[in-house]
């Protein structure tokens, strides 16, 4: 009794629409899923060419050390 109770509280139109939204849910869990699998398809696929860099690469900035970039001194007599 108690649950024929609880059961009327919600009309069939409310039950649709929460069961459409388990339907969505469900729906993007199973794309997101499938973008997993081919993401780690392509990782897969990056690693297993073997690419081998023979070339030293550096990535240099900040200041420069060099004395002639630096600014002369001005000496203020006063």
Known sequence: MRGK??????????IDQYNNLIDNYNN????????????????????????KSRVITS???????NPKEFKQTVVDRN
């Open 28 to 51: 993007l869990v199973a794309d997101q899923k499938s973008l997993i699998n081919v993401y780690n398809s392509k990782v897969n696929e990056w690693n297993n060419m073997n690419i």
């Open 5 to 14: 109770k609880t059961l009327d509280r919600y009309s069939s139109s409310d």
């Open 59 to 65: 990535i240099g900035g900040g200041i420069s050390l």
